[in-house]
């Protein structure tokens, strides 16, 4: 299965901000894949931004971009 392997600065801004809240990255992966995103793409995009981007508070679940 493929899908999309670009990144909109929309897409990039709403991962940043739900991993900021403690989203856990999976869902976020999910949320993606569910989007259209190539699984492999969502994988690696949400490791890379979760590496480099604190958590703030704890939430879980992400919602997707409006």
Known sequence: M???TQLTPEWQAWIIENLQRG???QS???????K???PMFANAVVFHF???TPATQPDGAAASPQ
């Open 36 to 38: 259209g995103f190539d």
């Open 2 to 4: 493929s899908g999309f």
């Open 50 to 52: 979760s590496t480099t």
């Open 23 to 25: 989203c856990l990255a």
């Open 28 to 34: 976020i992966v999910e949320v993606m894949i569910e």
